[in-house]
């Protein structure tokens, strides 16, 4: 009960200032995953276009004869999930050291001139944490579904001319896109990790480094120009 309320007089110096940050990042958070993945019908986003290129993807791996360069390409999108997911698991392990030490947090705090105390320094890389465990999370979801994928693409029979053939790679290329998504939300929360280590400055810092990331991942989904690349579907 004394350590409990020793923890909430720790984040008592945090005003509704701070919360009020907190709940920003969030929303600018979700809401721009939600527009990534619901963007408007007349600018479709990166994650958007790929998913009918996954599906294009599908329906060639029907009539390609030998089906290795498939497989290859299945595998090493696994591989960069799992990659991912390390990473996160050694970002985790560090965060947590640096919590549960005091006097590191004391120190760090000193040498970057943070008017802060040790419990609000705390819960400002705790914020970092929660959105590194949802990345990992995400990682290992999609890890599992890539290979899921991989089993229905050796489900697709080799004749063409089978019924189940384009069935089986439909279903398999929706797999391979709900992957694909889950990997990507992955990405948006590493990016918004590393935006909450703002907040170590203050809840201004905070609002930029939120703003900075939002700004960052809508370039490269609605103005990059691997996006004008992969519009061009047609011939020219």
Not at 85 to 105: D, E, M, P, R, V
Request: proline share 4%.
């Amino acid at each position: 009960m004394d350590t409990l309320i020793a923890q909430m007089r720790a984040l008592g110096p945090f005003s509704t200032t701070d919360a009020a940050v907190v709940a920003f990042m969030l929303v600018v958070w979700s809401g721009l995953g939600w527009l990534i993945e619901h963007p408007p019908a007349r600018r479709p986003s990166v994650t958007i276009l790929m998913q009918q290129y996954r599906h294009d993807w599908m329906v060639q791996f029907v009539t390609r004869q030998p089906r290795i360069f498939d497989a290859t390409v299945i595998e090493s999108l696994r591989q960069g999930t799992a990659f991912f997911a390390s990473a996160c698991l050694i970002a985790i392990g560090g965060g947590l050291a640096l919590i549960g030490n005091a006097g590191t947090l004391t120190g760090l705090a000193a040498r970057l001139s943070l008017q802060a105390e040790t419990g609000q320094i705390q819960l400002q890389v705790l914020l970092s944490l929660l959105f590194l465990v949802n990345a990992l999370l995400k990682f290992i979801w999609s890890n599992r579904l890539f290979g899921y994928c991989s089993i229905l693409m050796a489900a697709v029979p080799n004749d063409p001319a089978d019924p189940l053939a384009l069935h089986r790679a439909a279903q398999a290329a929706e797999v391979n896109i709900t992957a694909a998504k889950s990997f990507n939300r992955g990405l948006r929360s590493i990016d918004f990790a590393l935006a909450a280590l703002g907040w170590l400055l203050g809840p201004a810092a905070l609002v930029v480094t939120t703003l900075i990331a939002a700004s960052v991942l809508l370039r490269r989904e609605f103005a990059s120009h691997s996006r004008r690349v992969m519009l061009e579907r047609d011939l020219p």
